[in-house]
């Protein structure tokens, strides 16, 4: 039995998806990967993956292209002929959605993994969308949902029904590979904070750098580092001059990317994300949590459900320096016993709230016995 897992990367595919992915394997199903290829592509064909090179653009709302994004997926549907349709990300929840109508009897699974900046304010971009997602969720079969905000907007302006929706903790965490470290410091004056995104503004990333500049007056030897790629050809991206001026400076280190979080973040004692994106939730502060990791991050949608106020971390107001520097401040003043207690309760919350097995287990019961 054929099933299709689809998104805009194979990155993510492989680094969010990928023990989803080994599940269905495991129970005998053939895998087709449909994504652009990229360095992950032969990772994901090693482990018995059947991959298709997708051409998309991602952050482009160019009539042609999206057009031959919908021919090919028809294409390539009409030729695996699948069972299940897995979509993440954006343009195939909407794309991949239409292009499977020409396939008769197969289930179509999209997960909406947050709105992203289309949805950060009015626009005409935003009314757009809203069309888009109405017109192309109508034959879903489920939608999962990975915050109740998002659910709710999509429920109110009628894009998807009741019946249709499902809700999960994210893409939640691997809590066998994420676990409690003792490599982080304890001394206030020594303390490492680590912001971990995609570079582009929405992300926080220059309030973050802002907030350290402030902090590292008071607190000179605070650690204030940042990992995560450059994000081309996306207005909103950071640009590689203005975060190496950030390090020449002394104010944040910049440690390039990683495809090894789970080692990096073992030396942190706080993980901070200040965005103020649509989120669906975080998988960076998922990482962090189950890792035992202080939290700081806003009050936005997404972000606020992976940390307890005051207990496991902080909640910062969305755009707001002065709230992020206090936040950073409450951390740095806390004692050696506060500070070990709020990483005992991140590491509980994980457990409780954001296992991966829970998420995997929905994509399980989706399948017809």
Known sequence: MNVIFSANTTWYLYNFRINTIKKFLSLGFHVHIVAPDDKYTWLLQKIGCKCHNLFIRSNSLDPFSDAVTIFNLAVLYAKIKPSYIYNFTPKLNIYGAISARIVKKTKVINNIAGLGTGFVQNSIKQSLLKIMYRISQKRVNTIFFQNDEDMELFLSEHIVSEKQCERIPGSGVDLSRFT?????????????????????????????????????????????????????????????????????????????????VHNVIKGYDCIVLPSFYREGVPKSLLEAAASGKIIITTDNVGCRETVIHGISGYLCEPRSLSSLVDAIMMVVNLSDEQRNEMKKRARIHAEEKFDESIVINKYIETIDV
């Open 180 to 260: 409690v470290s003792e490599d982080s410091t304890l001394k206030s004056e020594d303390l490492k904070f680590l912001l971990v995104a995609r570079l582009i503004e929405h992300k926080g990333i220059e309030l973050y750098a802002s907030a350290a500049n402030i902090v590292k007056k008071k607190w000179p030897k605070v650690h204030f580092d940042l990992l995560g790629p450059f994000v081309k050809n996306n207005p909103a991206g950071i640009s590689e001059t203005k975060v190496a001026n950030w390090d020449a400076d002394g104010i944040i280190k910049y440690l390039g990317e990683s495809d090894d």
